[in-house]
């Protein structure tokens, strides 16, 4: 024996309906169907609703629906059944109407709508569906009854959402099935009645209920809910995009997803089929070969710990808070029995231990109620000033996390409140069952969205990572690096689990967003084409919106504008990686700001690339201090244009011809004045002692500039070269002095106990600088651990496909 129900969604057309009716019969197979439930088709409920509002106002604008409502329906029968059978389904349609166009003009008359005439008016859409249905079972074949639920369920009279009096009821089913001759019974879901005939109705999703009711009465080996998704997922798929079907749920873990919004299944229709153990299976009617989510009792065999997080929307919290509650016997018991005596459903609560406050999450609609009958029942406890205050916070969401498995295993929670503390989401309220089944946290409604996003990727992808990156300029180096990043994608998900996702590109006009991830694929077109301008602050709320634990910013430009928006992102929690000087080499108390920013908000501030490119000159520093190994001399060759020129300067030729080739070869800066002066060194090595912790400025380094004084005002690099000749003879002069010497010439910067300084020294030529060949860069580390000999470095120390791949580097020290 089974039991079918159909959704709205399912018989939404009539093309879905006939779909149904042609399939059904393979999907029962050899086993017998008891009864088939369906919904209204979609939309119809809410029609409904809609329409006795406003008749309930006087607006007789509901005659317009109710006309449109009957041609859906009369539609409905003419494209579904043969016109020889269409002439009593459509009398009988308009039979139905007639009663509902009687009790709308009614309700239009007297102006005002009941909850009872409300129950009596949204019964129709159930009726009209079911009877349309049952005709259409008969024309494919199958032998039927329509069935009213009305006859045979019984409850009180609490209109919207009545209480079954389910002994009656069962027995109601039973005797009714006794005379039904194995006929298959279509039957209204959401629709039953008092023992003296008044329709009620039993909530919306009552439909599931009265499935499971029919399955409990007929002690049905299997119930199916045909809904529009291939069973019960993870997460909402319309918010997490990598939701996916669960293969088997407990009846307790399927009841505390669905209490917290969980909208496949409701909270009512299990608990008939799970007194008699009945399996509830949940499939997609636009799927129906998918085995969809069973519901049992049974051993989850399922590998992750949490089977799935669900969430309540804009709900209120309710906050009863004071002194005097510590220790006061009975205060909860009053609390819970004034809100029960107005009727106001609970759907979350938790108490400080130490008695102080008590918080309870109720819908926002009861929240207003809640407060007078708690002030009213608290009076004298607020007057004498034992209670506070009662406080309502609204605009809340519930975030729910579910699973059998997490009874006994350390670390949930911490791993759920680490996930949402790193994407800067504040919990309002914790609440936890000593079943360990649900761990519950109140957040901030705008921030829902992301809490699902970001515990799923946390549980439900075991060593897979996202990262979310954000790249400012897209120019040489930022350029580089979004064509590796598109590259290697595929790479890094497979071989280290890791998805790095590009989530917005900016440069000096356009802005490109995307929360699921830019496609690199022709990005450059993408962001010509955009019609966001660049906007560093949208891109901050942006990332507010959607932050997620790995969440880094990268500013591949030399703006100083954009430097300044540093603290914000580092603030958020948001890391930050730079191949930009400009943050390093300002005032010490912005760099030392930018590093305690980063500590004190858990996230990270890396510019490797500011000094190496691509080689781990900052890093090796970096483990030099962290060991406690103190640092004696920092010397090396920082500049990769001027270890090119002194590499090559052997005199073979003049130094001004030597300087217009590399400017030739692109190894200059487009002004070579910019690469001679010595600066570039001298910031490089500034970045060094700083972070070593030395406060140091740029004014404390002693810089040789090898542009001649003469040469050093306004000048356009063509006629700076020509003019660079006269000083030829004096580069000779000192090659020649340094030869004589046995030495070379290379232009070093070194920190010691002395003033910091770059310059153009003569070296041994076995320094560790003398090998050096081209354009490479090299730094050499003196401590205590390595005394005799230094640590070296070297390698290429500029260009963008270093430089990139040192920033990609970087992102990925990030990622925890």
Same mark, same amino acid.
């Given at each position: 024996?089974?039991?079918?129900?159909?959704?709205?969604?399912?018989?939404?057309?009539?093309?879905?309906?006939?779909?149904?009716?042609?399939?059904?019969?393979?999907?029962?197979?050899?086993?017998?169907?008891?009864?088939?439930?369906?919904?209204?088709?979609?939309?119809?409920?809410?029609?409904?609703?809609?329409?006795?509002?406003?008749?309930?106002?006087?607006?007789?604008?509901?005659?317009?629906?109710?006309?449109?409502?009957?041609?859906?329906?009369?539609?409905?029968?003419?494209?579904?059944?043969?016109?020889?059978?269409?002439?009593?389904?459509?009398?009988?349609?308009?039979?139905?109407?007639?009663?509902?166009?009687?009790?709308?003009?009614?309700?239009?008359?007297?102006?005002?709508?009941?909850?009872?005439?409300?129950?009596?008016?949204?019964?129709?859409?159930?009726?009209?569906?079911?009877?349309?249905?049952?005709?259409?079972?008969?024309?494919?074949?199958?032998?039927?009854?329509?069935?009213?639920?009305?006859?045979?369920?019984?409850?009180?009279?609490?209109?919207?959402?009545?209480?079954?009096?389910?002994?009656?009821?069962?027995?109601?089913?039973?005797?009714?099935?006794?005379?039904?001759?194995?006929?298959?019974?279509?039957?209204?879901?959401?629709?039953?009645?008092?023992?003296?005939?008044?329709?009620?109705?039993?909530?919306?999703?009552?439909?599931?209920?009265?499935?499971?009711?029919?399955?409990?009465?007929?002690?049905?080996?299997?119930?199916?809910?045909?809904?529009?998704?291939?069973?019960?997922?993870?997460?909402?798929?319309?918010?997490?995009?990598?939701?996916?079907?669960?293969?088997?749920?407990?009846?307790?873990?399927?009841?505390?997803?669905?209490?917290?919004?969980?909208?496949?299944?409701?909270?009512?229709?299990?608990?008939?089929?799970?007194?008699?153990?009945?399996?509830?299976?949940?499939?997609?009617?636009?799927?129906?070969?998918?085995?969809?989510?069973?519901?049992?009792?049974?051993?989850?065999?399922?590998?992750?710990?949490?089977?799935?997080?669900?969430?309540?929307?804009?709900?209120?919290?309710?906050?009863?808070?004071?002194?005097?509650?510590?220790?006061?016997?009975?205060? =909860?018991?009053?609390? /819970?029995? &004034? #809100?029960?005596?107005?009727? !106001? %459903? @609970?759907?979350?609560?938790? $108490?400080?231990? +130490? *008695?102080?406050?008590?918080?309870?999450?109720?819908?926002?609609?009861?929240?207003?109620?809640?407060?007078?009958?708690?002030?009213?029942?608290?009076?004298?406890?607020?007057?004498?000033?034992?209670?506070?205050?009662?406080?309502?916070?609204?605009?809340?969401?519930?975030?729910?996390?579910?699973?059998?498995?997490?009874?006994?295993?350390?670390?949930? =929670?911490?791993?759920? /409140?680490? &996930? #949402?503390?790193?994407?800067? !989401? %504040? @919990?309002?309220?914790?609440? $936890?069952?000593? +079943? *360990?089944?649900?761990?519950?946290?109140?957040?901030?409604?705008?921030?829902?969205?992301?809490?699902?996003?970001?515990?799923?990727?946390?549980?439900?992808?075991?060593?897979?990572?996202?990262?979310?990156?954000?790249?400012?300029?897209?120019?040489?180096?930022?350029?580089?690096?979004?064509?590796?990043?598109?590259?290697?994608?595929?790479?890094?998900?497979?071989?280290?689990?890791?998805?790095?996702?590009?989530?917005?590109?900016? %440069?000096?006009?356009?802005?490109?967003?995307?929360?699921?991830?830019?496609?690199?694929?022709?990005?450059?077109?993408?962001?010509?084409?955009?019609?966001?301008?660049?906007?560093?602050?949208?891109?901050?709320?942006?990332?507010?919106?959607?932050?997620?634990?790995?969440?880094?910013?990268?500013?591949?430009?030399?703006?100083?504008?954009?430097?300044?928006?540093?603290?914000?992102?580092?603030?958020?929690?948001?890391?930050?990686?730079?191949?930009?000087?400009?943050?390093?080499?300002?005032?010490?108390?912005?760099?030392?700001?930018?590093?305690?920013?980063?500590?004190?908000?858990?996230?990270?501030?890396?510019?490797?690339?500011?000094?190496?490119?691509?080689?781990?000159?900052?890093?090796?520093?970096?483990?030099?201090?962290?060991?406690?190994?103190?640092?004696?001399?920092?010397?090396?060759?920082?500049?990769?244009?001027?270890?090119?020129?002194?590499?090559?300067?052997?005199?073979?030729?003049?130094?001004?011809?030597?300087?217009?080739?590399?400017?030739?070869?692109?190894?200059?800066?487009?002004?070579?004045?910019?690469?001679?002066?010595?600066?570039?060194?001298?910031?490089?090595?500034?970045?060094?002692?700083?972070?070593?912790?030395?406060?140091?400025?740029?004014?404390?380094?002693?810089?040789?500039?090898?542009?001649?004084?003469?040469?050093?005002?306004?000048?356009?690099?063509?006629?700076?070269?020509?003019?660079?000749?006269?000083?030829?003879?004096?580069?000779?002069?000192?090659?020649?002095?340094?030869?004589?010497?046995?030495?070379?010439?290379?232009?070093?910067?070194?920190?010691?106990?002395?003033?910091?300084?770059?310059?153009?020294?003569?070296?041994?030529?076995?320094?560790?600088?003398?090998?050096?060949?081209?354009?490479?860069?090299?730094?050499?580390?003196?401590?205590?651990?390595?005394?005799?000999?230094?640590?070296?470095?070297?390698?290429?120390?500029?260009?963008?496909?270093?430089?990139?791949?040192?920033?990609?580097?970087?992102?990925?020290?990030?990622?925890?």
């Amino acid at each position: 024996m089974q039991v079918f129900k159909f959704g709205g969604s399912s018989v939404g057309t009539p093309e879905r309906i006939q779909e149904i009716a042609s399939w059904f019969p393979d999907a029962v197979g050899k086993q017998q169907c008891g009864g088939v439930v369906f919904s209204a088709f979609q939309g119809v409920t809410d029609q409904l609703i809609s329409m006795a509002e406003r008749a309930g106002a006087g607006d007789d604008s509901y005659t317009t629906d109710l006309g449109s409502m009957e041609g859906r329906h009369i539609d409905a029968i003419r494209k579904m059944l043969p016109s020889s059978q269409q002439s009593q389904a459509i009398a009988g349609v308009k039979f139905l109407l007639n009663d509902l166009e009687d009790i709308l003009q009614g309700v239009y008359l007297v102006k005002e709508l009941t909850p009872r005439s409300m129950d009596f008016i949204t019964s129709f859409g159930e009726q009209l569906s079911n009877y349309i249905i049952h005709l259409v079972f008969r024309h494919h074949g199958i032998d039927c009854d329509y069935l009213d639920a009305r006859t045979v369920i019984v409850t009180d009279d609490q209109f919207g959402n009545a209480e079954v009096d389910m002994d009656a009821t069962l027995q109601n089913i039973r005797n009714h099935y006794k005379n039904r001759d194995n006929r298959l019974q279509v039957i209204t879901g959401f629709i039953a009645a008092t023992e003296t005939g008044v329709t009620t109705t039993l909530g919306r999703g009552g439909s599931d209920y009265t499935a499971s009711i029919f399955a409990a009465a007929l002690e049905a080996e299997e119930l199916q809910i045909w809904t529009d998704v291939d069973g019960v997922l993870t997460s909402d798929p319309r918010v997490v995009k990598e939701a996916f079907t669960m293969d088997v749920l407990s009846y307790e873990e399927a009841m505390e997803l669905s209490h917290f919004g969980a909208k496949v299944i409701h909270p009512p229709t299990i608990e008939p089929a799970m007194s008699r153990e009945i399996p509830i299976r949940i499939k997609n009617t636009m799927n129906p070969s998918f085995p969809g989510t069973v519901i049992g009792k049974m051993e989850s065999k399922q590998e992750h710990i949490i089977k799935g997080i669900s969430s309540i929307d804009n709900v209120a919290l309710i906050r009863v808070q004071g002194s005097g509650l510590v220790g006061m016997a009975g205060v =909860a018991q009053r609390i /819970f029995g &004034a #809100l029960a005596a107005g009727r !106001i %459903n @609970i759907i979350l609560i938790t $108490q400080a231990s +130490s *008695e102080h406050s008590v918080c309870l999450a109720v819908m926002p609609k009861d929240a207003a109620k809640a407060k007078k009958l708690l002030e009213k029942e608290l009076r004298h406890e607020l007057s004498i000033r034992k209670v506070a205050d009662i406080i309502v916070e609204k605009d809340l969401s519930i975030i729910a996390v579910v699973g059998e498995n997490m009874r006994n295993t350390p670390g949930i =929670a911490g791993k759920i /409140f680490q &996930a #949402l503390g790193r994407s800067r !989401i %504040n @919990i309002s309220a914790i609440a $936890q069952g000593s +079943s *360990e089944l649900n761990i519950s946290a109140v957040i901030q409604q705008r921030d829902k969205a992301k809490a699902l996003r970001v515990i799923h990727d946390a549980f439900f992808y075991g060593p897979r990572k996202t990262a979310n990156i954000y790249v400012f300029g897209a120019g040489l180096i930022g350029g580089q690096l979004l064509n590796d990043i598109r590259d290697k994608q595929d790479w890094f998900l497979t071989s280290r689990h890791l998805d790095l996702r590009v989530n917005g590109i900016m %440069n000096s006009k356009k802005l490109l967003l995307d929360e699921d991830g830019i496609e690199l694929g022709g990005w450059e077109k993408k962001l010509a084409s955009t019609r966001k301008q660049a906007d560093p602050g949208a891109l901050l709320e942006f990332v507010k919106k959607n932050q997620s634990p790995n969440t880094i910013i990268v500013d591949a430009t030399a703006d100083e504008a954009i430097v300044e928006w540093y603290d914000a992102f580092l603030k958020q929690g948001v890391a930050v990686v730079t191949p930009n000087k400009k943050a390093n080499t300002n005032d010490w108390e912005q760099y030392r700001r930018l590093s305690d920013l980063a500590r004190d908000n858990d996230t990270q501030f890396l510019y490797e690339t500011n000094v190496g490119a691509g080689l781990p000159f900052v890093e090796a520093v970096k483990q030099r201090v962290a060991s406690g190994d103190e640092i004696h001399r920092i010397e090396g060759v920082f500049s990769g244009t001027l270890s090119y020129l002194f590499n090559k300067f052997d005199g073979s030729k003049p130094f001004s011809e030597l300087v217009r080739v590399a400017r030739e070869n692109g190894y200059t800066e487009p002004d070579p004045r910019d690469d001679l002066n010595g600066m570039d060194a001298a910031r490089k090595l500034l970045i060094l002692a700083r972070t070593q912790g030395k406060a140091l400025s740029l004014d404390d380094i002693e810089v040789e500039n090898l542009v001649p004084e003469e040469l050093r005002g306004d000048m356009d690099p063509d006629t700076f070269l020509e003019k660079l000749k006269v000083y030829d003879e004096a580069f000779e002069q000192r090659l020649d002095q340094a030869k004589k010497e046995g030495k070379l010439l290379r232009y070093l910067a070194i920190l010691d106990d002395g003033t910091p300084r770059v310059r153009l020294e003569a070296v041994d030529s076995g320094h560790p600088v003398s090998g050096l060949e081209g354009s490479e860069n090299m730094l050499n580390i003196t401590t205590d651990a390595y005394s005799e000999t230094p640590l070296v470095i070297k390698g290429p120390g500029a260009g963008p496909v270093v430089t990139a791949n040192g920033v990609l580097n970087d992102i990925l020290k990030t990622i925890k």
